[in-house]
């Protein structure tokens, strides 16, 4: 029997997505968990999977068409199979490509075609088209390495890399300016604008306190030097792999901290996803470890290796970025002392974790030198209490201080 593939809800804020390329054509063989199609929303591009095994009957929607979340993209079914024909409703084109006001717009099912999203004679995908226009490159004057020569995004990043810096003609050398700098504006994008609308909504509906804790670092730094001299390159385990099993063990101690807010119900987790804060050009992406108190340090530490270089690629998978229950945000590798950061809505906690250094420490009524590091927990004061947030903390500083705990 037909089954209909359907837009896919990524995030409790995502409304539409756009269908970017078809990875699959009509009358192609598909089975379930093969990508079927690529869609770009506000925070990034993902692959869509066939939730059924068949052939492709029907394309629903042209390449380039704003989707509304759950509306019918495609049709999977058996060779031969009769379907009628779906009517999709609320479905528009990108803007450079709506009709005329007078011109109803419909939808169309695709023919089998391999075109990318074109833009007069420049082939280059949507996502590809964005970051070229906010950092003023010339598509023309870059090779494209996609299907059919179709300028994709690493091209650009290839393109920037290769660039010779730029001086501003209003300067001589532009870290001692002899002239004031002329004012520049640049449109947000729509990643920059998602974050925008979400932590403006955490700031004033949501209120945050912040609890810090300081953890001695001395033993998980030894641990981790003996876990990597075993381990190849690519297995290597950071510390903030250490961190997320940490957390999400402590997470099952204080349930309270891995929930929701649901009217005037809080709805504890059954599960511990942790979701982990990744830089990807223009903007933030948290990506997540599912039942991260359950997996080895290496298990962790290959997810979140994995998620985060197609996150940065602009390739994540729908599950890589759904269903995170507790956030974290590492700015560790940046030499931070300390910081706090906004709680990710539906959420009700999210931990800050700052650099581990080596500083001087009195122990035992002596100076000396010894690993520390610091960490912020903001939290939802509906939802939990100051008193709370310091026992979670006093609890991740068991598992951090004693890793060996986190290893049995």
């Known amino acids: 029997m037909a089954e209909t593939i359907s837009m896919p809800k990524l995030g409790f804020d995502m409304a539409e997505g756009l269908l970017v390329r078809w990875v699959k054509q009509v009358g192609e063989n598909i089975n379930k968990g093969d990508v079927l199609a690529e869609i770009e929303t506000d925070k990034a591009t993902v692959e869509v999977e066939s939730s059924a095994s068949g052939v492709v009957l029907q394309l629903i929607v042209d390449q380039g068409t704003l989707v509304p979340v759950n509306a019918p993209i495609a049709i999977v079914g058996q060779v031969g199979e009769q379907v009628s024909s779906v009517e999709v409703s609320g479905v528009k084109p990108k803007e450079d490509e709506k009709p005329a006001p007078q011109t109803p717009p419909t939808v169309a099912p695709v023919q089998q075609t391999s075109s990318p999203v074109d833009s007069g004679s420049?082939?280059?995908?949507?996502?590809?088209?964005k970051i070229a226009r906010d950092q003023k490159v010339d598509l023309s004057n870059v090779q494209g390495t996609?299907?059919?020569?179709r300028i994709v995004r690493k091209d650009i990043e290839s393109a920037l890399s290769h660039q010779s810096p730029v001086t501003s003609p209003l300067v001589s050398d532009p870290i001692y300016p002899t002239t004031r700098l002329a004012d520049q504006t640049t449109t947000m994008t729509k990643l920059r604008q998602a974050i925008g609308r979400r932590l403006v909504e955490s700031k004033t509906t949501?209120?945050?306190?912040?609890?810090?804790?300081?953890?001695?670092?001395?033993?998980?730094?030894?641990?981790?030097?003996?876990i990597n001299s075993y381990v190849p390159d690519n297995e290597k385990v950071s510390v903030n792999d250490f961190i997320l099993k940490g957390a999400a063990l402590s997470l099952r101690q204080f349930?309270?901290?891995?929930a929701t807010l649901n009217g005037d119900k809080i709805v504890q987790f059954g599960h511990v996803n942790v979701g982990v804060a990744v830089t990807i050009p223009g903007g933030l992406m948290t990506v997540v470890v599912k039942d991260t108190d359950q997996k080895t340090l290496r298990q962790i530490s290959g997810e979140v290796k994995t998620m985060a270089g197609r996150?940065?690629?602009?390739?994540?998978?729908?599950?890589?970025?759904d269903g995170s229950t507790f956030s974290t945000s590492n700015l560790g590798m940046y030499d931070v002392e300390d910081f706090i950061a906004i709680i990710n809505p539906p959420e009700a906690a999210i931990l800050?974790?700052?650099?581990?250094?080596e500083v001087p420490v009195v122990e035992s009524g002596e100076l000396k030198v010894g690993w520390r590091m610091k960490a912020t927990i903001s939290?939802?004061?509906?939802?939990?209490?100051?008193?709370?947030a310091a026992q979670f903390m006093q609890a991740l500083a068991g598992f951090l201080e004693n890793p060996v705990r986190m290893l049995v």
């Open 311 to 321: 996150a940065r690629e602009g390739k994540v998978k729908p599950d890589d970025i």
């Open 122 to 129: 420049v082939k280059a995908s949507p996502l590809a088209k």
């Open 352 to 357: 800050a974790i700052s650099s581990a250094r």
């Open 206 to 226: 949501i209120p945050h306190f912040y609890v810090t804790h300081e953890f001695k670092m001395d033993a998980l730094m030894d641990a981790r030097r003996q």
């Open 379 to 388: 939290v939802d004061h509906r939802v939990s209490d100051g008193a709370e």
């Open 146 to 149: 996609g299907p059919g020569g």
């Open 255 to 258: 349930p309270n901290l891995n």
